[in-house]
């Protein structure tokens, strides 16, 4: 995954966002990544990425692309029920 690609879709937060706001700010557990801009508190999805983030650092998410990121938060929320909010990236492509 590049540091440009959307990690949060559903508030349209970039991987590059979150870890400069972990570079800038700090934080001391993985939860107040949602002050990056609201990165999860939508659907859910990005949650165990942004912990994988706060742990590892800038180096987590290198072996996915934006595409399969996107397609799996798909089934994510086809199998969970959960729901973006109304801005959020499409799921499927879907408007």
């Known amino acids: ?3 440009d690609d959307e990690l949060c879709l559903c508030f349209h ?5 979150v870890v400069n706001f972990m570079r800038r700010v700090q934080p001391l557990v993985p939860s107040q990544l949602s002050d990056c801009g609201g990165a999860g508190t939508g659907c859910g999805w990005c949650i165990p990425f942004l912990k994988q ?3 590892q650092g800038a180096i987590a998410l290198e072996q996915i692309d934006a595409a399969e990121y996107a397609q799996r938060r798909a ?5 969970t029920g959960a729901v973006p909010p109304p801005d959020a990236t499409p799921v499927d492509g879907e408007e």
């Open 75 to 79: 089934g994510y929320i086809r199998d």
């Open 1 to 3: 995954m590049d540091l």
């Open 53 to 55: 983030i706060h742990k």
């Open 13 to 17: 937060v970039s991987r590059r966002k």
